[in-house]
């Protein structure tokens, strides 16, 4: 409180200062009041709990949390409660989703695709062997729009290609090790949802654990074969991300998780490591 809002003398504090204080005191009751409104509106996290406990109950991690299976048959017994997590979640505005937070905005884009994903698969479960056979020989699984999402029936392309990675909003790419495409050769289904608060400690421990599984990324002798998922996506992990311009760069940060030490590292920083690529598993990540 600033020192003019009452004078002291010998007389003690003047009364016909304390007006001013009364109307100071509600001025900043007011102010409190819009901040807490405006603060609950950017902070207002949706509410992930029905998806979080699906994942919690039929997700197991294997391979030291590398890896995870999906027990697709549970997932089936529990699809009403899988719909209405995808129900809630398309009755939310866009006009709600422009007031979180980027965190937020960011973790619920990454559910909605995972449940989406999900979703999709038990359209065919359990007469289906991956995600690629309920296209057709001619169609896109990621191409069917089904998911209520922001005002629209979007595709899981649609989430991931424009809504994440097309936006430039979240500029991210560890996007790409949190979104799920229901195959043995993406990078885990977390056995929790994303959520706002925390998402960076999220998005860099599937980052973290999906580059130290020598199954899908390993140094040998002068060459680093790591996912295809780095050749398909390479303009997102080029995109300047922690001052990553190429694929060796953005591979540089996570040295340890790949198991180089300083000298491959920096070998693999001045393109003196060949970087090839693994084939993808698309079999199905069931259980």
């Not at 009364?15 to 207002?44: G, H, K």
């Not at 991300?241 to 180089?260: E, K």
């Amino acid at each position: 409180m600033s020192k003019n809002k009452h004078t002291i003398d010998s007389g003690g504090i003047h009364l016909m200062s304390l007006p001013n204080i009364s109307l100071s005191l509600s001025s900043v009751r007011l102010t409190l009041a819009a901040s807490i409104l405006l603060s609950s509106a950017a902070y207002a996290d949706f509410n992930h709990s029905s998806w979080d406990s699906l994942l919690n109950k039929h997700v197991t991690m294997t391979n030291g949390g590398k890896a995870s299976v999906v027990d697709y048959a549970g997932m089936q017994t529990d699809q009403a409660k899988l719909k209405g997590y995808l129900n809630a979640a398309g009755k939310i505005s866009q006009s709600e989703f422009n007031s979180w937070s980027k965190n937020e905005q960011l973790a619920f884009l990454i559910n909605v695709y995972n449940a989406g994903t999900v979703d999709l698969v038990l359209t065919k479960y359990p007469n289906v062997k991956s995600i690629k056979d309920i296209g057709g020989l001619f169609g896109s699984p990621w191409k069917q729009e089904f998911v209520p999402l922001l005002g629209k029936t979007r595709s899981l392309d649609d989430i991931e290609h424009n809504l994440i990675r097309g936006s430039k909003r979240y500029n991210d790419p560890r996007i790409h090790f949190a979104v799920n495409c229901a195959s043995i050769g993406c990078p885990a289904l977390l056995d929790d949802a994303f959520m706002g608060k925390g998402l960076d400690h999220q998005l860099e421990g599937a980052t973290v654990n999906f580059l130290a599984d020598r199954s899908r990324n390993r140094l040998k002798g002068n060459t680093l074969t790591v996912s295809p998922i780095f050749k398909w996506y390479t303009e997102d992990f080029t995109s300047g991300w922690r001052g990553s311009n190429d694929v060796a760069g953005f591979l540089g940060h996570y040295n340890q998780a790949l198991g180089l030490n300083k000298a491959q590292t920096t070998a693999l920083k001045d393109g003196k490591i060949n970087i090839d690529y693994t084939n993808y598993d698309w079999k199905l990540n069931k259980k």
